[in-house]
């Protein structure tokens, strides 16, 4: 319990300080929040937790073939602010956007013999 209790707040802290930051320099916000910090503490977490380097191997390889679809809510999202929805119009038609380009991107790799789930 002392373990989970430990990620949480690490990562917590992490998010929190990209936030902070932001509020003061966005362009430094977004190195950091670019940084696989978060998949780092990911894979850090899995081996601690299980030894298992397959696992972490397999981890690392699956975030590198998911972060693509990715891309779809970081350009949408500021397309939108940039042509006047609010942000919450936009956050949420990013998110949709993003699901669809997930669910269309999982069909062509699941057509080539790539199955994510």
């Not at 949480?8 to 910090?37: C, D, F, H, Q, W």
Request: charge should be positive; glycine fraction near 2%.
């Amino acid at each position: 319990m002392i373990r989970f209790i430990i990620k949480v707040i690490l990562t917590s802290v992490l998010i929190v300080t990209i936030s902070e930051v932001g509020k003061r320099n966005s362009i430094m916000a977004a190195v950091y929040a670019s940084l696989p910090l978060t998949t780092l503490l990911a894979i850090v977490w899995l081996y601690l937790d299980t030894k298992d380097i397959h696992k972490v191997s397999s981890l690392s390889w699956n975030v590198l073939i998911a972060v693509v679809p990715s891309f779809v809510f970081l350009i949408s999202l500021p397309l939108l602010i940039k042509y006047g929805f609010s942000f919450w119009i936009s956050l949420s038609i990013s998110i949709i956007l993003t699901v669809i380009a997930y669910v269309i991107y999982v069909t062509i790799l699941k057509h080539y013999g790539i199955n994510l789930f």
